[in-house]
T-cell receptor, first 112, second 111 residues
Framework: EAQVTQNPRYLITVTGKKLTVTCSQN?????MSWYRQDPGLGLRQIYY???????DKGDVPEGYKVSRKEKRNFPLILESPSPNQTSLYFCASSPQGVQPQHFGDGTRLSIL | GQNIDQPTEMTATEGAIVQINCTYQTSGFNGLFWYQQHAGEAPTFLSY????GLEEKGRFSSFLSRSKGYSYLLLKELQMKDSASYLCAVKNNQAGTALIFGKGTTLSVSS
């Protein structure tokens, strides 16, 4: 089954404790992206990757890092999480950037 | 700047037709997407328009006018399960940039 898998689905943690949210897709898509979704603000792009070893900033990259060492994986790293990063995060992929994106089920992060 | 506007909320009744509008101002244009998102779930793709005109897909249709920076999503024969948020997203023509999303329109369908 074609899918985008995120882990964990839910996480409550504390300020400053590094965390990684994993994202994996099994569709051999070149393009992957991370979004955060907040009430009243909609979906905002954090980082995206056009292909392996090619990443770039989206609209709200501050406080986040990503890597793309393999085509299927695109982890989101919060080196020192802060409460303003409490949000619902979605990973998405598509064959190429202009095509419809498949979204993962989301990760709800709470930073205390 | 880049801006996408859509109504925050809409209500309708089962069996009716509803039109959700989206206006956009972006640096270049390379396609417009509509996504559906049920509460607590991931967005799912509904439609894609890159040329002017109407694209029909079952009960859902999407229209685009590039000269007016305008699109709408038309939902016919509304069902309770159509209660969801509908997200308009624009792809600009900057290489590598992903979608710019509007804030979404929450549609409530009542019986």
């Amino acid at each position: 089954e074609a899918q985008v898998t995120q882990n964990p689905r839910y996480l409550i943690t504390v300020t400053g404790k590094k965390l990684t949210v994993t994202c994996s897709q099994n569709m051999n898509h070149e393009y992957m992206s991370w979004y955060r979704q907040d009430p009243g603000l909609g979906l905002r792009q954090i980082y995206y990757s056009m292909n392996v070893e090619v990443t770039d900033k989206g609209d709200v990259p501050e406080g986040y890092k990503v890597s793309r060492k393999e085509k299927r994986n695109f982890p989101l790293i919060l080196e020192s999480p802060s409460p303003n990063q409490t949000s619902l995060y979605f990973c998405a992929s598509s064959p190429q950037g202009v095509q419809p994106q498949h979204f993962g089920d989301g990760t709800r992060l709470s930073i205390l | 700047g880049q801006n996408i506007d859509q109504p925050t909320e809409m209500t309708a009744t089962e069996g009716a037709i509803v039109q959700i509008n989206c206006t956009y101002q972006t640096s270049g244009f390379n396609g417009l997407f509509w996504y559906q998102q049920h509460a607590g779930e991931a967005p799912t793709f509904l439609s894609y328009n890159v040329l002017d005109g109407l694209e029909e897909k079952g009960r859902f249709s999407s229209f685009l006018s590039r000269s007016k920076g305008y699109s709408y999503l038309l939902l016919k024969e509304l069902q309770m399960k159509d209660s969801a948020s509908y997200l308009c997203a624009v792809k600009n023509n900057q290489a590598g940039t992903a979608l710019i999303f509007g804030k979404g329109t929450t549609l409530s369908v009542s019986s």
